[in-house]
């Protein structure tokens, strides 16, 4: 029997950005290059798993929002087209870079990526990805999770409880019309927990949560086995600690893995390095250089002149990186299982975009770290339900209010970039949750104005427009996302109210943010 | 019609507003200093966000997370593209206007940022203020509007029982601030409201309730076991915990050494044995 076990947990999140009110709009890539560089190759990693029977537990949360856009009709189509110009652009690269040894194995690696991507995205899943995280849980390869409708920062939404509880249970339903059963863990977004969230989530059904490694070192009272054992709350939910040392090994560009100099450089590009009218056909239309996708570069060392990527060396310093992570976590639960009653957890959570996106050699990583696990009998890979399943017996104690990220607290998503923002969420979320109660049973235009209203006010509520304000990233796209959602919410209130409902407009309002189709508004009476 | 409709509304509001800042003028005419000190002045400002600092360089989620929004552009300096020529009428984009800057409502909420800081924002209504100023008589002269934060950690608050409280003087107009309290772990309860000469405070509006986090392991080292039981039955003993309970008595011990490459904060202490 395995000494201890080892939760890897990929937190997979994009907010909503779809913009059918443009024929290419930058921010939509997004979705597109995490489609090709972290979930496609994490579905990859999964096939060969599956295909080689290697025992394999791994949990992945797919947020709401992220759900919605990968069976979005219209992204994938776009996202199909997105990819081709890719593959095009790789198919001159091969062309260009014949003659160049060193770089021309690098543009065939990436024609040879592509080809395949679209291959797995095409061919083996006909454009739902959706079904092929859930054919890999129904195979019980992974434990998808949920988490809130559409990532909003729970405690800074508190102040309307009725807010909170429309964002944990239009997740639990998103869940259960993706997955045709209930959601057992829920990502808190950025793990902001504070205490009482727990009983929103015990409500909803929820066994689990996550919190950062501080949430359950300050925890009250004071848990005895640290963060390699969950918790019970008073609600009988369990909270799951963070184990800091597994995730800085990860996490870290500078100390961890990733900051390898053999791996791939993230910020050279070939958007950038070759000549303007050879790439512009593969810029968006105003013309600005960006990423492509295709970076010829290792990180080579804090310095600016980058040598040739070479994927042979990258990959055996994956191999090298796998192996000491998975020895490290033995020696890890070697030292705790002498001083604990029960096999200690470690809980390594990350973001799936780090693997791929940010990562390159991330998705090859933890494929090599999942099949070491299942060769190694001192350590088990299991999800977080595996491990309550197996030891229901928990120490009884409230996490303390905490988050992941810089200084561990809210300052992130509450600062002065962006603290304007919390009296409109709150008086929308105030205004529309009066307006619901008033009309417990409303007729059909009512109700679909109600339920867009709250579509909008959920849009708004995003920690990522909070995030990017707070980072300079994206600040004026964030700002008028904010801003639109929360208008089209204000302006469909009043409409309700004054009973004038525009109905093109609201059916134009349906098609643009059309996320959450089976929503209705009563999940906030 | 339905924007005419909205417009109209929003007429009544600005009406509604105006005559109520021109009886504020009016007021203003008699008892201008009164009226500075109460943020009637012209215009409304947001405070000074004193305390907020602006992270010096992203720990690895911020770094990881915000690679996934680069795109390798120059933050959108470039102008989102226009609208295709064939985009159907049934859809949307961007909304004109912009948000409200008042809701017509008094309004204080706090929000806890950290441990250590909390953020309040308000909306006093013209009609409060005015109310409130009328309400004092004589005693307006040199009154000033004051945030009042309550430290009201274990106590049902009733507007007289808190164990101890801060004035806090917002600049004239503000309508946000961030306030340093005095201790974590601890909850906290505001006020705004007018301090006259003589000391008195009469309160306008009350905020909610929040508790700070302990930045520090707690000192309630009770240990209590409860099983959980398979789904949708919660866990077992007392009143939601019907079953296996077995009790601990508090450590005093230190903590075991901790793992290699390990700080001890959250390493495991092993129970009582």
């Known amino acids: 029997m395995a000494r201890g076990s080892l939760a890897l947990v990929l937190h997979a999140h994009l907010p909503f950005v779809r913009h059918p009110e443009h024929e290419d709009f930058l921010e939509e890539r997004w979705f597109y290059e995490a489609v090709t560089e972290t979930y496609v190759p994490l579905l990859e990693m999964l096939e060969g798993l599956d295909r080689d029977r290697v025992p394999c537990r791994l949990t992945i949360s797919l947020s709401p929002t992220l759900l919605g856009m990968l069976a979005d009709r219209l992204l994938r189509a776009r996202y199909l087209r997105h990819l081709d110009r ?23 690696l990436y024609l040879a990526r592509f080809y395949r991507v679209r291959a797995i995205f095409l061919d083996e899943w006909q454009q739902d990805l959706v079904a092929a995280f859930r054919t890999y849980q129904e195979h019980g390869l992974i434990d998808v999770i949920t988490c809130a409708a559409t990532h909003g920062f729970l405690p800074l939404l508190a102040v309307n409880p009725a807010a909170v509880r429309a964002q944990v249970e ?23 927990y504070e205490p009482g969230l727990d009983a929103e989530l015990a409500r909803a059904g ?17 848990p005895v086995y640290g963060v390699y054992a969950p918790i019970a709350c008073d609600s009988g939910v369990a909270a799951f600690g963070r184990d800091p040392d597994s995730s800085k090994q990860v996490w870290s560009a500078e100390e961890g893995y990733p900051g390898d100099f053999w791996y791939r450089d993230f910020y050279r590009d070939i958007g950038f390095d070759l000549d303007y009218e050879y790439v512009r056909p593969y810029l968006p239309p105003t013309g600005q250089r960006i990423h492509t996708g295709l970076k010829y570069h290792r990180i080579t060392g804090k310095t600016d002149q980058k040598e040739p990527y070479d994927p042979e060396r990258a990959r055996v310093r994956a191999q090298a990186h796998a192996e000491h992570f998975v020895d490290t976590r033995i020696g890890q639960v070697d030292w705790l299982a002498r001083h604990m009653e029960r096999p200690p957890i470690i809980v390594c959570p990350y973001d799936a975009e ?20 299942a060769g190694t009998p001192d350590l088990e890979a299991v999800t977080p339900g595996d491990d309550l399943t197996r030891h229901p017996t928990l120490q009884r104690a409230t996490p303390a209010a905490s988050t992941w990220g810089w200084k561990g607290y809210n300052e ?40 867009q209203a709250l579509r909008e006010l959920l849009l708004g509520q995003a920690s990522d427009w909070a995030f990017m304000m707070s980072r300079d990233t994206t600040v004026e796209y964030a700002v008028r996302r904010t ?10 209130c009043a409409e309700v109210e004054q009973g004038a409902i525009d109905e093109l407009r609201l059916a134009a309002l349906e098609d643009t943010d059309n996320l959450f189709p089976a929503l209705d508004y009563r999940v906030l009476l | 019609m339905i924007g005419r409709a909205v417009g109209a509304g929003w007429n009544l509001v600005g009406e509604w507003l105006g005559s109520a800042c021109g009886l504020v003028t009016r007021i203003r005419e008699h008892t201008d200093p009164l009226v500075r000190v109460l943020g009637l002045g012209p215009g409304r400002s947001h405070s000074p966000t004193p305390p907020v600092s602006q992270p010096p360089s992203p720990r690895p989620e911020e770094q990881a997370r915000e690679a996934k929004y680069y795109l390798g552009t120059e933050r959108l300096a470039v102008p989102a593209p226009s609208p295709r020529a064939t985009v159907p009428v049934t859809l949307v984009d961007r909304e004109p206007g912009d948000l409200p800057r008042a809701y017509g409502r008094d309004r204080l909420v706090l929000l806890v940022r950290d441990p250590w800081w909390l953020f309040a924002y308000w909306e006093l209504t013209p009609t409060s203020r005015i109310e409130t100023l009328r309400n004092l008589g004589a005693e307006a002269e040199g009154a000033v509007e004051v945030l009042r934060v309550y430290d009201v950690t274990f106590i049902d608050f009733t507007g007289d029982n808190a164990w101890t409280s801060i004035d806090i003087e917002p600049t004239p107009g503000a309508e946000s601030w ?27 509006m009350r905020s909610n309730t929040v508790t ?50 390990s700080s001890d904060l959250h390493a495991p202490r092993p129970p009582a044995r």
Request: glycine share 10%; with cysteine; hydrophobic share 35%.
């Open chain 1, 86 to 108: 890719l593959v095009e652009l790789a198919e001159k690269e091969e062309r260009r870079t014949r003659g160049d040894g060193q770089f021309h194995r690098i543009a065939e």
């Open chain 1, 170 to 192: 239009v997740a639990a339903a998103e869940y259960r019309r993706f997955f045709g059963r209930s959601a057992e863990g829920f990502w808190l977004p950025e793990c902001a």
């Open chain 1, 206 to 222: 929820f066994r689990y949560f996550f919190v950062d490694t501080h949430g359950i070192a300050h925890a009250s009272p004071r």
């Open chain 1, 354 to 373: 780090l693997f791929g996106h940010w990562w390159f050699e991330g998705p090859l990583w933890l494929g090599l770290v999942l099949r070491r696990l």
């Open chain 1, 412 to 451: 992130v998503w509450l600062s002065g970039p962006n603290d304007w923002i919390y009296r409109h969420l709150h008086a929308s979320a105030d205004r529309l949750h009066a307006l619901c109660r008033r009309y417990p049973s409303a007729d059909e235009r009512t109700r679909r104005a109600l339920s």
């Open chain 1, 483 to 492: 801003k639109d959602h929360l208008l089209r919410c204000q302006r469909l």
């Open chain 2, 178 to 204: 961030y306030i340093n309290v005095w201790k974590p772990a601890a909850s906290y309860c505001a006020e705004i409201g007018v301090r006259t000469r003589a000391g008195g405070f009469v309160p306008i």
């Open chain 2, 212 to 261: 700070t986090s302990r930045p520090q392991p707690s000192p309630d080292t009770t240990v209590r076991w409860v099983v959980l039981r398979p789904r949708g039955l919660t866990v077992e003993g007392g009143e939601s915990w019907d079953g296996a309970r077995v009790e601990h008595p508090g450590r005093s011990d230190g903590h075991s050494p901790a793992p290699p490459g």
